[in-house]
């Protein structure tokens, strides 16, 4: 074979798995943003309906807890309770905030927002998470709402 057409082979072979590679990379990213979203809309959800500190304690990253004692966690809650009970939620968007190219490196970092109806009125639940041990944990929350801006 000719060398022309030895070297055109191997680029081909290398476009190809890279190509391929950058589709696992993309429904990986896919994935990782729709489990995070599930993960954000349930977590987000019990402690609406609940305000219960040890869920939100069990739920949340040892980056979060290193941040807040239980006392400020108990606070926290008691501040967004004064939304009122959770009537409804509605869409959600997200984004990883570190995707990662190749495995290891940063912790995975995804962040949501999510549209609410509470009985004192409207509200966005935020949630950023963090992949702790292969496990979504919450980094931040908080509930952006006219009735707390008061």
Same mark, same amino acid.
């Given at each position: 074979?000719?060398?022309?057409?030895?070297? &055109?082979?191997?680029?081909?072979?290398?476009?190809?798995?890279?190509?391929?590679?950058? !589709? *696992?990379?993309?429904?990986?990213?896919?994935?990782?943003?729709?489990?995070?979203?599930? *993960?954000? +809309?349930?977590?987000?959800?019990?402690?609406?309906?609940? #305000?219960?500190?040890?869920?939100?304690?069990?739920?949340?990253?040892?980056?979060? =807890?290193?941040?807040?004692?239980?006392?400020?966690?108990?606070? /926290?809650?008691?501040? &967004? +309770? +004064?939304? @009122?009970?959770?009537?409804?939620?509605?869409?959600?968007?997200?984004? =990883?905030?570190?995707?990662? #190219?190749?495995? @290891? @490196?940063?912790?995975?970092?995804? +962040?949501?927002?999510?549209?609410?109806?509470?009985?004192? !009125?409207?509200?966005?639940?935020?949630?950023?998470?963090?992949?702790?041990?292969?496990? #979504? /944990?919450?980094?931040? *929350?908080?509930?952006?709402?006219?009735?707390?801006?008061?």
């Amino acid at each position: 074979m000719q060398p022309l057409k030895i070297i &055109a082979s191997v680029l081909a072979l290398l476009i190809a798995l890279a190509g391929i590679y950058l !589709g *696992f990379v993309a429904l990986r990213q896919n994935a990782q943003l729709a489990s995070g979203e599930q *993960f954000s +809309r349930s977590v987000a959800e019990m402690i609406v309906t609940t #305000w219960n500190p040890e869920y939100f304690i069990a739920n949340s990253s040892r980056q979060l =807890l290193a941040n807040l004692d239980a006392r400020g966690i108990q606070l /926290k809650l008691n501040g &967004a +309770r +004064r939304v @009122g009970e959770l009537q409804s939620m509605g869409e959600a968007r997200g984004e =990883l905030i570190n995707p990662s #190219w190749l495995p @290891g @490196g940063d912790s995975l970092v995804a +962040r949501y927002y999510i549209t609410a109806e509470f009985s004192g !009125g409207p509200g966005e639940i935020y949630t950023e998470l963090v992949d702790e041990d292969g496990a #979504w /944990k919450l980094l931040n *929350f908080y509930i952006q709402s006219p009735q707390l801006v008061e």
